[in-house]
Nanobody, 121 residues
Framework: ELVESGGGSVQAGESLRLSCAASERTFSSYAAAWFRQTPGKEREFVAVISWTGDKTDYADSVKGRFMISRDNVKNTMTLVMNNLEPEDTANYFC????????????????WSQGTQVTVSS
């Protein structure tokens, strides 16, 4: 089970921090990712971190503004979102994929319930 926290409403240029706690005992064996989705659109890749934590990958739209991290002792993952833009408004999901990281949502095994992020201009 993945439980998210940290969504909310902010002004453009502000920051938010999303957290995701995993009950999965083998969390450290999974790549961890964030995706987002807006109504009527497909789920979009945001960022991923390898199971070891030494590799990260970001969507071009968030590169340089968002940062993904994980703590394999606490079984948590975090997405720090800086300089938010109205285009970042979406429902954000955390997800786990066994072993190798991927940008494709259909590769992921576990999903959170989603948390809304709203950025106003």
């Amino acid at each position: 089970e993945l439980v998210e926290s940290g969504g909310g409403s902010v002004q453009a240029g502000e920051s938010l921090r999303l957290s995701c706690a995993a009950s999965e005992r083998t969390f450290s064996s999974y790549a961890a990712a964030w995706f987002r989705q807006t109504p009527g659109k497909e789920r979009e890749f945001v960022a991923v971190i390898s199971w070891t934590g030494d590799k990260t990958d970001y969507a071009d739209s968030v590169k340089g503004r968002f940062m993904i991290s994980r703590d394999n002792v606490k079984n948590t993952m975090t997405l720090v979102m800086n300089n938010l833009e109205p285009e970042d408004t979406a429902n954000y999901f955390c997800a786990l994929k066994y072993y190798k990281e991927s940008r494709y949502d259909h590769d992921y095994d576990y999903w959170s319930q989603g948390t809304q992020v709203t950025v106003s201009s």
